[in-house]
């Protein structure tokens, strides 16, 4: 049995929706696990630290003495790093500072007439809550995404939560730890899943002496919730937005390939693998017009999957039903279907990849020619991983500066300039029955 299946969809013209259906999905439903998050966002919001630690002796397995890491703790990781390691996440950072930097938008000013002036203003808000998976595997990556992103855009107010961990007292990874204090962020919470959406959303006051005290506030709320998670942390995103924003809901990682005959299979087995080993549930698609291609590429998967470290898990992702190989007509019937996909994360290796790349409209990232893999855009290209999934790139943004910032404008008439438009002002109240905005205006006047 081949380790990924086949859709064909050669000579059949499909609608939009039609070809929604058609591509692999995995069966994961957000809105059915919004039941499961409900009873513990209302359950931490009631009780704060004490839920903290019942929900973290259940689904981690580990009841953390200290919910907020202690500064010393955070010290001690830093101190331990390994050199290469170090090197590599400032290497990362520098990168993705850069490349943040160059989002950063500036402010404009409109003249719409004499003494009429409308300012836009771009401001970052005030406090965000950064979520830094633990589950399968272990992401000081996500760190550097989500903390010099907030630092880029001005943010003042840095909270990261990542899941406690049995391995290290309670604490989150040592590696997590480190990547924090390198950076400069101290307020770091040993807090997973859901119920930390949940302390961002809410706050949490501490319930006992390693918090502070009874009752004193252990966690303030934050304006914005940010980072990738698994299906309980996007419900519990989805739950909360409202109450605060929230950057996308980041599901179980996805690549979207799109390949023709000159595509070199090995490049593509070891991109789908690279990302199939994330979760059971990570999807990896090929879409090609290559039977050829497509059967090497075949090949290439069972020993991939043979060899590499987590070849269960990456055998179970490559085949589930979020996963597959799609045979199209040609390149432009291609782009149509990765277009409909929305991938996550999308790599383009045709023979024309820069051009098609620019046709791309609904992507999370996009990973241009042989030699841009997306695991390159995972550490150091300098753009950042945190990115919608599961069609959610239709309408939604990779993680950036904007996510951590908002546009207020500021408008400043003066007497002459507003009574140039005042009549215009009183027509649109009076045909909106809304007379007192005219009068309102008629009253400077």
Known sequence: MPVIS???????????AELRRAIPRAPLDV????????????DVRARGAAALRDLAEKFDGVRPTHVRVPAAELEAALARLDPALRSALELAATRVRA?????????????????????????????????????????????????VA???????????????QRDNGGLPDPTVLAACALLGVSEVYAVGGAQAVAMFAYGAVGSEEADGGDGVELCAPVD???????IYVAAAKRAVRGVVGIDSEAGPTEIGILADAGADPDHVAADLVSQA????NAAS?????SLALAAAVEERLEARA?????????RTALGGPQSAIVLVDDVEQGLAVVDAYAAEHLEIQTADAAALAERVRSAGAIFVGAYSPVSLGDYVAGSNHVLPTGGCAHFSSGLGVMSFMKSVQVIEYTREALAAVTEPLVALANVEDLPAHGEAAQARL
């Not at 086949?6 to 939009?16: A, F």
């Not at 907030?150 to 406690?164: K, R, W, Y």
């Open 6 to 16: 086949r859709i064909d969809l050669r000579g059949r013209t499909l609608t939009t």
């Open 31 to 42: 809105a059915a696990a919004t039941g499961a998050v409900e009873p513990i966002l209302a």
């Open 99 to 147: 490349g943040h930097t160059a989002q950063l938008p500036r402010a404009t000013s409109t003249d719409l007439g004499p003494g009429a002036q409308v300012r836009q203003r771009w401001v970052p808000v005030r406090r965000v809550g950064l979520y830094v998976p633990g589950g399968l595997a272990l992401y000081p990556s996500s760190v550097v995404m989500n903390v």
């Open 150 to 164: 907030a630092q880029v855009a001005g943010v003042e107010g840095l909270a990261v939560a990542s899941p406690p």
């Open 224 to 230: 914005t919730i940010t980072g990738p998670g698994n």
């Open 277 to 280: 080993e994330h979760d059971p």
């Open 285 to 289: 698609v090929l879409v090609t017009d």
């Open 306 to 314: 043979a060899s590499t470290k987590h070849g269960e898990r990456v």
